[in-house]
């Protein structure tokens, strides 16, 4: 079981509102990683990091931003959400110590009315 | 470009039968493989891995072949249960640690 943790697991909010999903980790991973997935289908890269004070952007364009300020902790925020956004995003965590196998966080299941 | 993908995206079987769930990827530079388990609800969850080395590895009841010359990778779980109703992903690693993850195949178990 990975210690890694989304919050909210479920959220449904408004057009043009800015919001932050929240993930951490407690097992001093240095690679965090933000996937955006559609129900049953692939996950899509959007961000990642490598470490303190780093962030890339991922495969997938995305209008959201994260921030690396301390290693446990990687949000992911939306400034001004719209129904386009609505998907889950998943959060993983990897590290040179266990192969870089990425462990994943539950997800948050976003709804943007 | 490069993709990751799956040949089948659903597959029913009896429980205490064979699974067999394929993937085929296109970069022939891949170096590290990972199946990965999602419930329903949940975050994707790892099954087992496999290095371009090696052509077979096998854990707790799956068994993950790599074949590739026709750049085909495939997992087997043996004597199915109820608990491995999952969507099952093949993830390719591209350097730098980024995967990508395939399609998806919806495994369900019928009693």
């Known amino acids: 079981e990975a210690d890694i943790y989304q919050t909210p697991r479920y959220l449904v909010i408004g057009t043009g509102k800015k919001i932050t999903l929240e993930c951490s980790q407690t097992?001093?991973?240095?690679?965090m990683y933000w996937y955006q997935q559609d129900p049953g289908m692939e996950l899509h890269l959007i961000h990642y990091?490598?470490?303190?004070?780093?962030?890339e952007k991922g495969d997938l364009s995305s209008e959201s931003t994260v921030s690396r300020i301390r290693t446990e902790h990687f949000p992911l925020t939306l400034e001004s959400a719209r129904p386009s956004h609505t998907s889950q995003y998943l959060c993983a965590s990897s590290d040179p110590r266990t192969k870089n196998i990425q462990y994943f966080g539950a997800g948050t299941r976003l709804s943007v009315l | 470009g490069e993709s990751v993908g799956l040949h089948l995206p659903t597959l029913s079987v009896q429980e205490g039968d064979n699974s067999i769930i394929n993937c085929a990827y296109s970069?022939?530079?891949?170096?590290?493989f990972i199946w990965y388990k999602q419930e329903s609800g949940k975050g994707p969850q790892f099954i087992i891995d496999i290095r371009s080395n090696m052509d077979k590895r096998q854990g707790q009841r799956v068994t993950v072949l790599l074949n590739k010359t026709v750049k085909h990778l495939s997992l087997q779980i043996a004597a199915t249960q109820p608990g491995d109703s999952a969507v099952y992903f093949c993830a390719e690693n591209q350097g730098a640690q980024k995967l990508v993850f395939g399609q998806g195949t919806r495994l369900t178990i019928n009693p």
């Open positions: 970069n022939s530079a891949s170096d590290y």
């Open positions: 097992m001093g991973h240095d690679k």
């Open positions: 990091s490598y470490g303190v004070n780093s962030t």
